[in-house]
């Protein structure tokens, strides 16, 4: 196995003026692990393991100003992607060709060899999960007052928030075959040998996704001292979260009336 990783974070604070003040900071962390045997079903020889690559990144702006001794407030603006696959180890290498199995992989990023599976045999093939990949990218702006009155300390506010999903996820592109002992001649290996599988599948995927989502979030929160020791809190907060939907609404619904897929955004069904 082998696992790389890189961080680091920059940030910078300015004074604006003796009740004003700047933040910004900047992170990145980076992971490249390689992973030489991908899970539990899939194979326990060498040649056939994954490379997960991870990016995260996160920048984030806070302006902090005093209006007067009872009254204070602080606004931030981030921005955040974090980026994350997992790939076959012969990404872009047709195993299937050389070996003599038709390609069923139309994209180079499929290519590799199909998850051959032999009853009391370790299976042969990458991952059939894999390629995947997604990058979620999200924009906050959090606004937050606090005011001081007597006995009270009031803190209110909003957070917006702005998120976005594109990915893929190229399931059983490259197919599996599978042999099996209760199959035709008793053995999985001899069926191997005589090319008969108890059974075949593969996935022809068109699958991008694009999610979109937003946030809404409004708070106050009053913290009353009511004596030296003792301090009584109390809050209220509203929440709206939008269900993710597609950019261009490619998600279909089984209706089980019409017994047919229904794309999402039409006849009657929500995005």
Known sequence: ARDQED?????VDHALGAASTLT????????????????????????????VPRRGQNLLATWSQ??????????RVAWSRVSAGVFQENLGTSLNEQVGLPELAADPRQ???????????????????????????????????TWSRGRHLVRFGADVRAIRQDAYRDVQSRGFIAFAD???????????????????????????QRLRTES????????????????LSAGLRYELNSPPV???????????DTQALVQVGTGGVPR
């Not at 900071?25 to 899939?42: I, N």
């Not at 809404?216 to 301090?231: E, G, K």
């Open 7 to 11: 961080h680091f974070d920059v940030r």
């Open 24 to 51: 910004l900071r900047y992170s990145f962390s980076d992971r490249r692990l390689y992973e030489p045997f991908s899970g539990s079903g899939f194979a326990a020889v060498p040649g056939y393991g994954v490379d």
């Open 66 to 75: 005093i209006w007067s001794p009872r009254f204070i407030n602080e606004v």
């Open 111 to 145: 290519y590799g060899l199909s998850l051959i599976t032999v009853g009391g045999y370790s299976p042969l093939g990458d991952e059939y999960n894999n390629p995947q990949h997604s990058t979620t990218n999200m924009v906050q702006v959090v606004d937050t007052a």
């Open 182 to 208: 209760q199959g035709y001649t008793g053995n999985g290996l001899a069926d191997l040998l005589l090319g008969l599988p108890v059974v075949t599948g593969r996935a022809d995927l068109d699958n991008p």
């Open 216 to 231: 809404l979030n409004l708070f106050v929160h009053d913290s009353l001292r009511i004596a030296p020791t003792v301090t």
């Open 246 to 256: 597609d950019a261009e609404d490619r998600a279909y619904l089984y209706d089980p």
